[in-house]
């Protein structure tokens, strides 16, 4: 079994940062890709950031010059880094794992998601 979890979420004003972390973890034998997905009320869950296992990282243009993805592979960790951010990056933000686990090939796994608020 794997487990995705996602944490660094909170209120920030605009202009603000935060930093968003997600792990994964259990019966891991390769991680792949990690990625962030976005979803306000009411839209469909869009695509921020991805990071290739080498490092190859890939950004929404809504979000290029403003957020950074990274990964720890390691600790099989990626972060969001999300600078001077505006009320339209208000979202639950989810992590998406593409996982080789002990136990079966490779498949997408979610985390929960982890709420962000920008306030004017």
């Known amino acids: 079994q794997v487990q995705v979890v996602e944490s660094g979420g909170g209120l920030v004003q605009a202009g603000g940062s935060l930093r968003l972390s997600c792990a994964a973890s259990g019966s891991i034998y390769s991680v792949g890709a990690m990625n962030w997905y976005r979803q306000a009320p009411g839209n469909q869950r869009e695509f921020v950031a991805a990071v290739s296992s080498g490092g190859v990282t890939n950004y929404a243009d809504s979000v290029k010059g403003r957020f950074t993805i990274s990964r720890d592979n390691a600790k099989n960790t990626v972060y969001l880094q999300m600078n001077s951010l505006k009320p339209e990056d208000t979202s639950v933000y989810y992590c998406?794992?593409?996982?080789?686990?002990?136990?079966?090939?490779?498949?997408?796994?979610w985390g929960q998601g982890t709420q962000v608020t920008v306030s004017d």
């Open positions: 998406n794992a593409f996982v080789r686990s002990t136990l079966a090939g490779w498949m997408h796994y």
